[in-house]
């Protein structure tokens, strides 16, 4: 249980108002009591204050007992201006004058362990604030984040522990998309490290990979790369594997006894990386041998299944989470940046494609009693990325399903789904080897405009051993498609997408563990995925039938 946090509030704009709010529903959800007053049994509770200008009696006086009970003191956004002498005093920080609001690069500075905590891979952290120059800081202060303005560093993110008063003056903008989450994180974690909660030696959480195809050797690069991971043990049946990993991660112990992962004590977290008919039944094993799981997807193949993995993380207390890679995609955070942000308005319609005209793979992938087929196999990525999109209550999904033409698999060849929403929206999804000509992969209607794709046509070219042109034409779906704004009079924008944070989602798994920063990837979404699916499966088999998902009902 962490220590309660007690807000300390003078004046504030509109704006200011929903910093605050946003900042304590994302601390609440990470498990701080936001609001709760106290000295928070063994450990101190903190006081946040965010004003710019003074604060009334009663605030102070709050303030002045908290201190006297040994409670740190954090001046939020621009209270480090506003009209608190004492405090300002006590944060050992001089203020000059504020910056416009701009891209600011916040770089990490202290202890290598808190460099690491904050920002793994040693990236500046972007996020829109104005900036305040300083004029001096007191020698006794920690500078924990600074800002360049010019060539000049400025400080961000202070602790002064002689008086244990900091300063953290970032003043995010809540309209942009993200920008709130970065800056709660940051918080989040600055006040786990003034309240002394985490160990400063925390040892990286050891990784033994259950499978080493495509996936499994990502998640190897993931582990090999961030200091709160480390790469322990890859499980495979195949010799040739085992030794491709450790031809690329020397130093990595191999086996194909899988009992040789779940007994051994020095590993933390297992991945999933076997065929979706045994994900769920692997996730329990793990769990119940006390380990953290990480499951490819599709997380299973019903939602019985499903939710008793969910029951075992619950009884286990350990971590299961679904490895939903294509929430990182470039394209998909473009446009969940474009929704949030509310340049489409509300977006009603939705469609999302994938697929080609050519037989499908001859791997379990194209057999149905494995991979729960071709909805199962591409639609754990899309309609996961569908219900990010707009999460809201399902009325019904509806699917056809086509088989027609490669009848040596057991996959349908072409899939069409509906998602019904109850506020009258739809989504639709397909998935077809049959599609001599393609649709865009997407296509969404908004109230404010719309958005379009165009699929991007690649090859790898390079020299033969003998000097001739080797081109490896690429499929289209391995390329991210160009991305088309249309605003309501016609004009077409074509974006620039986001740039994906690198290692996205074991960086946040590193943050769950042990941090108590929540993912944005988490079981339960994963759990309505496989309830969507089902449910789709199940109108397909009834002709097209309406079917209500699971949960949602």
């Known amino acids: 249980m962490l220590p309660p946090l007690t807000w300390v509030l003078g004046d504030l704009t509109p704006t200011d108002r929903a910093v605050v709010d946003e900042t304590s529903r994302a601390l609440s959800q990470a498990g701080w009591p936001v609001g709760a007053g106290g000295d928070g049994g063994p450990l101190p509770s903190a006081v946040l204050v965010w004003t710019r200008g003074d604060l009334d009696d009663e605030s102070r006086r709050a303030v002045a007992t908290a201190r006297s009970q040994g409670s740190p003191v954090l001046l939020l956004g621009p209270s480090v201006t506003a009209d608190v002498p004492e405090l300002r005093e006590a944060s050992g920080v001089s203020p000059d004058n504020w910056a416009p609001t701009h891209t600011a690069r916040l770089r990490p500075q202290g202890s290598p362990t808190w460099k690491e905590r904050v920002a793994p891979l040693g990236d500046a952290i972007e996020i829109q604030t104005p900036v305040l120059a300083t004029d001096k800081v007191r020698e006794s202060v920690q500078i924990r984040l600074t800002a360049h303005l010019g060539l000049t560093p400025h400080p961000v993110l202070t602790w002064n522990p002689e008086t244990l008063v900091g300063v953290y003056s970032v003043i995010p903008d809540p309209t942009v998309p993200g920008a709130m989450a970065v800056h709660a994180r940051i918080l989040h974690l600055a006040l786990r490290d003034v309240l002394s909660i985490d160990s400063p030696d925390a040892v990286p959480l050891v990784i033994g990979l259950l499978g080493f195809g495509a996936i499994g050797a990502e998640h190897a690069r993931a582990a090999d790369a961030l200091p709160g991971l480390h790469l322990g043990t890859v499980c495979d049946r195949s010799d040739e594997r085992l030794s491709t990993a450790r031809s690329l991660f020397p130093g990595v112990t191999t086996t194909a006894d899988p009992d040789d992962l779940l007994d051994d004590a020095g590993i933390d977290v297992i991945v999933v990386s076997t065929p979706p008919d045994s994900h769920a039944a692997w996730a329990e094993r793990v769990m119940n041998a006390g380990k953290h799981v990480i499951v490819e997807k599709p997380f299973a193949l019903t939602v019985d299944e499903a939710d008793q993995v969910l029951a075992t993380a619950q009884r286990t207390g350990r971590r299961a989470v679904v490895y939903q890679n294509r929430r990182f995609d470039p394209d998909f955070l473009t446009i969940a940046s474009l929704v949030d942000g509310g340049s489409l308005g509300e977006v009603f319609h939705l469609e999302s494609f994938i697929g080609g005209y050519g037989h499908p793979c001859n791997y379990w992938h194209s057999d149905e009693s494995v991979s729960g087929g071709a909805l199962y196999d591409w639609g754990s990525h899309l309609i996961d990325q569908i219900l990010s999109l707009h999460p809201g209550p399902i009325d019904h999904v509806t699917c056809i399903e086509h088989k027609r033409k490669w009848h040596d698999v057991t996959n349908a060849d072409h899939t069409s789904m509906s998602v019904r929403f109850r506020d009258g929206s739809e989504a639709v999804f397909v998935h077809s080897d049959l599609a001599a000509a393609l649709k865009p992969r997407w296509y969404l209607l908004g109230t404010e405009g719309a958005v379009t794709s165009t699929w991007r046509h690649e090859a790898v070219i390079q020299r ?33 997408q986001v740039s994906p944070e690198r290692h996205a989602f074991h960086r946040q798994f590193v943050d769950d563990v042990r941090y108590g920063w929540p993912m944005t990837v988490t079981a339960e979404q994963s759990r309505r995925v496989v309830a969507v699916m089902e449910a789709a499966r199940t109108s397909a088999r009834d002709g097209g039938t309406p079917v209500p998902v699971d949960g949602d009902a």
């Open 464 to 496: 033969s051993a003998i000097g001739t042109l080797d081109e490896d034409v690429l499929a289209v779906t391995d390329s991210p498609p160009e991305l088309t704004f249309v605003d309501p009079l016609g004009s077409q924008t074509v974006l620039r």
